[in-house]
């Protein structure tokens, strides 16, 4: 379990040499020096003159800020010195949950525009830069929608009848309607970043499974629970066979929601537990490789949806973990649940940045610091926003959000992408943190500095992220094991810092 802890900005006179070397850094675009570790043990609290640049020792910074005078833009490499007191301890040893990645979603609003206003040359150069390496922002992570959303130019499943008809042994599944653009578009994806894992969510069952015959509003008919968990397994077979696979899968997105204008179903607690225990579950179970379930896929306002589902007997045990999303609730509601069921996973499957609030445009800070660092610190292995991608009016849609942004706008007349906040605020983890890293202990400061710290597989380097959220720059100190830097963070910025973890490559 890990608290934000109360801290101060202290002990910072530090040595003559120290003191120069600030003053020197805060000529060079306001940076003091910087970066922590290798993270060998040093004797500490010595003064020295500091040594010449020695490639060994850089820390690598890139900053991006609410004004957007920068946008995940490098500085100068800094150099390690022994330590000193410190704002933020890191500590490699102590380690938590390991990372499945970081994304948003496919939909099918994202694909189309990806596939039909993009020509060839500029829709490679943007998947190359969403999901291939570093200059990349390296994405990790997609959602797909089992059938349409509320961004989709129609509403459909992917077994419709007319009205009347029922198909239990779905004769007439077919994925067809997302094989022109959702598909290329993900097998692209895929060849990019062969890592790449994918968590599927239907907004509704077929409507002749339903009680309200249609894809609006309703739940799930019990005589149906067999046919939708086929349905489920049907789909994942599908996706695979034309070489994508599923990493895991959600019964219902937002499952105490029924919208009124566009798929959506309401699916109890309990009748999720019946679906899973009864069902899903078990037919998953005999396979020797298959998707794993994740519950709720909802708010964080009613943790005691997910509870009752891993207080069942019968269903806790098919459950790998639990999917929220950001629109309602506090984010405490994942550490309350992962407190009582530290061996489920946690997942933030998604949230949405849009025209709303008192700053419209802005979403750089309030990304980094609640679904970047706040999200990760309570437990999340995977951060998934919403679209990936939307038009200069937000959509296509029909119905549901119509001030949702993308991490990018396309242009749908010239097809110039414009990249937002929310490209920005997850670039800064997912093109630094590789699949497989583990969050490891770093001191929480106050309300306005917030960060989150990651060792790569096999100690090939440390990663930090800091916000600074106030008006105001602020000079921290972060400290490793004997090793430490000072930074002075820009006004409302967000900040990574990638470097060596010399020890554990030893």
Not at 107 to 113: I, V
Not at 287 to 298: C, F, K, Y
């Amino acid at each position: 379990m890990i608290a934000y802890a109360e801290g101060s900005l202290n002990g910072r006179a530090g040595s003559p040499a120290a003191r120069r070397l600030r003053l020197l850094g805060r000529a060079v675009l306001g940076v003091v020096a910087v970066v922590a570790s290798g993270c060998a043990s040093l004797a500490t609290g010595t003064a020295h003159e500091p040594a010449p640049p020695d490639p060994a020792l850089a820390v690598r910074v890139w900053i991006s800020t609410a004004d957007r005078q920068q946008r995940l833009a490098r500085q100068p490499d800094a150099q390690l010195h022994d330590a000193e007191t410190a704002t933020i301890e890191v500590d490699p040893g102590r380690r938590y949950q390991s990372m499945v990645g970081f994304g948003a979603a496919m939909t099918d609003a994202s694909a189309w525009l990806i596939e039909t206003r993009l020509n060839s040359t500029q829709r490679a150069a943007l998947l190359t830069d969403l999901f291939g390496p570093e200059p990349g922002i390296r994405l990790g992570l997609v959602r797909l929608p089992i059938g349409a959303s509320d961004f989709s130019q129609t509403h459909y499943s992917f077994d419709d009848l007319p009205a009347g008809e029922t198909d239990p042994a779905l004769a007439h599944f077919s994925i067809a309607p997302i094989e022109r653009d959702v598909l290329p578009v993900m097998r692209e994806a895929l060849r990019l970043n062969p890592t790449l894992r994918v968590i599927a969510s239907p907004w509704s069952a077929p409507a002749w499974m339903k009680t309200t015959h249609s894809l609006i509003r309703g739940t799930l008919l019990p005589e149906y629970y067999q046919a939708f968990s086929d349905y489920l397994i049907k789909y994942v077979d599908e996706m695979a066979s034309r070489g994508i696979p599923i990493f895991a899968l959600t019964l219902q997105n937002e499952p105490h929601f029924e919208p009124a204008n566009y798929p959506g179903m309401q699916l109890t607690a309990t009748a999720r537990a019946q679906l899973i225990g009864r069902y899903l579950g078990p037919a998953l179970a005999r396979r020797a490789s298959a998707p794993l379930i994740l519950d709720w896929d909802h708010n964080w306002e009613r943790p005691q949806e997910p509870l009752q589902v891993l207080d069942d007997p019968v269903a806790a045990p098919y459950v790998a973990g639990i999917a929220w999303h950001c629109y309602g609730g506090s984010i405490a509601a994942q550490e309350q649940v992962h407190v009582a069921h530290p061996d489920k996973d946690t997942y933030l499957t998604e949230c949405s940045s849009g025209s709303w609030g008192p700053t419209p445009d802005a979403s750089l800070l309030s990304m980094a610091r609640q679904q970047i660092v706040a999200a990760t610190r309570g437990w999340a292995r995977g951060v998934l926003l919403w679209n990936i991608a939307l038009d200069e009016a937000g959509g296509p849609h029909l119905g549901g959000c119509r001030t949702c942004r993308g991490l990018v706008t396309i242009d749908s007349h010239t097809g110039e992408v414009t990249r937002n906040d929310d490209y920005y605020a997850l670039a800064h983890v997912s093109r630094f943190v590789q699949p497989g890293a583990e969050r490891i202990e770093s001191t929480a400061t106050d309300a306005g500095l917030v960060n989150v710290a990651f060792r790569n597989p096999g100690g090939a380097s440390l990663v930090l992220v800091a916000v600074n959220s106030a008006s105001d720059p602020r000079e921290i100190s972060v400290a490793c094991v004997g090793r430490a830097f000072d930074y002075v963070l820009p006004p409302q910025s967000v900040a990574t810092f990638v470097w060596s973890d010399r020890q554990a490559n030893r």
